[in-house]
Structure formats: structure tokens, C-alpha cells
């Protein structure tokens, strides 16, 4: 008998995207990939606790002209920072507290500290294993760079693009942005000009008395931005990342850089 015919099936490696693969890449992960199992799930169960007080909430932070707005504001951006509440559904509540003047720089405020606690923690957490893996692959290397690690305009263009849409998940964008070692100016920045406009829309939302999750109406507006956003967003970054493959694939690129490594 061969040694092809010993040979047991789990000595195959396993599908690109099997049960094991996935595992094994999580556990490669290390602690990134505990968070970002976090930042998938947590916020959603966050936001079903928090629908069910939203009213008792934003009426006690309405009796406490002086204490509610500082309160309102620490704790949206801790609970936004450790991915245990998601942005809007506190913003939704900073508008039915305060109104639109004072509960959108709050929660314009708040957010924007909740992103730099989010890097902070994920920055800390994931390391360098991210980019290992990414490193490991020619072509994830360098899109990449050419997104995140080019010049600081684009960088910040990208930031600002992926945080703009009311769809792009919160908790689990700051761990990719910190994991894949984006400069902290540039990651900050962005984040702020693209989570301001739709924080501020949902702040007003609140302010009016129009709860996103019950307003048809509303549902129905929301969903159609995300779609055009998401889809103005994966058009620029696909063209960049398309650009930048062509110009590392194209033959007289190959050849530079084997005549450099031969120099």
C-alpha cells in the first residue's frame, strides 16, 4: 500500500473559507480576533438593551439641564469606545434629551473620543499581526499601502470615505483601521469629518421625535444613503486598489524591480 493511499483527509489543507481555515486565521489573530468577534456582536445586543430604557433614559438626562450633557456624553463615548453600544442609537437618544443644538456637538464630541479610545485599544491589542499577515500576501500588501499607507491626503480621503456611510460598522472599523496600523492624524481626522455628518443627521432625527426604528419613512431614507454612500465608497477605493496592482503587475514594473533587487 502507497503512502498517498495512508495518507488521512485531514492531512489536506482545509477550503479557504472551511470552519478550520477561519479558526485558524482568528487564532492567528490572537487578540484582534477576539475583538473583532466583539465588535461584531456586542453592539448589537447593546442596542437591543438600550431601545427598551431609551425613553426612561433621555427623560431623566431632560431633567438634568447641568448634569445630563456631560454624563450623556462620557458615557457614549466609553460605551462606543469598547464596542458595547453602537453610535447611532446614542445619538438617536442625545437628540431626544437635548434637542439638536446641544445633543449634536455632544454626540459629535463623544464619537470622536470613542474613536480614539477604540484605536487605542485595538492599536494596543492586535500589534503587529495583522500586518504580518497582510505582508504575507503580495497583493493584500500592496493595496494596503496604497490605501492607508500612501500620502497623508489619501489616507485621510479613505478614513473619511469608509467612516461616512450610516451602514459602516463603528467598533469593527476601528479595529481594521488600528490593526492595519493607520497614522493616528490621519485615522482621527477622517474619522471625525466622516462620522459628523451622520451623527449629526441621526441627533436630529431624535430631536424631532423620530424613532429610526419604527419610522418606515425613515428606515426606508436611511437605507436608500447607505446604499448610494456604500457604493461611492467601494467605487473609489476599488479604483484605487485596481490602480495600484496594475502598476506592481505591469511588466516593465516587474522588471525594474528585479533589475533594483539584482543591483
Not at 500612501?150 to 469608509?162: A, D, E, K, P
Not at 469629518?193 to 429610526?212: E, F, M, N, Q, W
Not at 495600484?244 to 516587474?254: G, I, K, Q
Request: glycine share 8%; hydrophobic share 50%.
Amino acid at each position: 500500500m502507497t503512502a498517498s493511499n495512508n495518507a488521512a483527509p485531514d492531512d489536506r489543507p482545509p477550503a479557504p473559507w472551511s470552519r478550520a481555515s477561519v479558526i485558524a486565521f482568528l487564532r492567528r489573530l490572537g487578540p484582534a480576533g477576539i475583538l473583532a468577534v466583539i465588535a461584531s456582536a456586542l453592539p448589537f445586543f447593546g442596542e437591543l438593551a438600550l431601545i427598551g430604557v431609551i425613553a426612561y433614559l433621555s427623560g431623566w438626562l431632560r431633567t438634568h439641564p447641568h448634569l445630563g450633557p456631560a454624563l450623556y456624553s462620557s458615557l457614549f463615548a466609553l460605551t462606543a469606545g469598547l464596542a458595547m453600544l453602537p453610535t447611532h442609537i446614542q445619538s438617536l437618544l442625545g437628540g431626544y434629551a437635548f434637542g439638536f443644538r446641544i445633543g449634536a456637538p455632544c454626540a459629535i464630541a463623544a464619537v470622536s473620543a470613542a474613536s480614539l479610545l477604540g484605536f487605542a485599544i485595538a492599536r494596543r491589542a492586535s500589534g503587529d499581526r495583522v500586518v504580518r499577515l497582510i505582508n504575507e500576501h503580495a497583493k493584500w500588501r500592496v493595496v494596503n499601502d496604497a490605501l492607508l499607507h500612501g500620502s497623508f491626503w489619501r489616507t485621510l480621503l479613505i478614513v473619511t470615505l469608509v467612516r461616512v456611510p450610516p451602514s459602516s460598522p463603528f467598533a469593527l472599523t476601528n479595529l481594521v483601521l488600528a490593526s492595519t496600523r493607520v497614522p493616528l492624524p490621519a485615522y482621527l481626522l477622517g474619522s471625525v469629518i466622516g462620522l459628523a455628518p451622520r451623527t449629526a443627521v441621526v441627533v436630529y432625527l431624535g430631536s424631532v421625535g423620530k424613532d429610526l426604528t419604527s419610522s418606515a419613512a425613515s428606515g426606508k431614507w436611511m437605507l436608500v444613503i447607505s446604499v448610494v454612500l456604500a457604493l461611492i465608497v467601494i467605487a473609489v477605493i476599488g479604483h484605487i486598489a485596481n490602480k495600484a496592482l496594475a502598476h506592481v503587475t505591469r511588466p516593465d514594473a516587474t522588471s525594474d524591480d528585479q533589475t533594483g533587487r539584482a543591483a
